[in-house]
């Protein structure tokens, strides 16, 4: 399975930005899908992440309410709209993709994007 994230990019404080993940590689298999990021200096984290169907999203308390996951499994993509960007949004941000059951929070993901970065400037 490989993935493809793109989108990021230096916006200012409150602007808003969508992220984008082409799966590739997966034929047959279903996947839960999640946002990563990794702020300077600090570990990655989750962000948010989506069952295969669709039916299940999770939220970190830091971005409830902002951003939005979404996926079309039918073009095999996986979208993040963030809107109301603060600076501390600031960091490389990374999809990745689970085989396993989807479980709400859970970081352990099977394959990783390579990361795109987002500069949110006050």
């Known amino acids: 399975v490989q993935l493809q994230a793109s989108g990021g990019g230096s916006v200012q404080a409150g602007d808003s930005l969508r992220l984008s993940c082409a799966v590739s590689g997966s034929t047959g298999r279903k996947y839960a899908m999640g946002w990563f990021r990794q702020a300077p200096g600090k570990e990655r984290v989750i962000v948010t992440a989506i069952s295969w169907d669709g039916g299940t999203r999770y939220y970190a308390d830091s971005v409830k309410g902002r951003f939005t996951i979404s996926r079309d499994n039918a073009k095999n993509t996986v979208s993040l709209q963030m809107n109301s960007l603060k600076p501390e949004d600031t960091a490389v941000y990374y999809c990745?993709?689970?085989?396993?059951?989807?479980?709400?929070?859970?970081?352990?993901?099977?394959?990783w994007g390579q990361g795109t970065l987002v500069t949110v400037s006050s």
């Open positions: 990745a993709a689970r085989l396993q059951v989807f479980v709400p929070g859970e970081e352990k993901y099977d394959y």
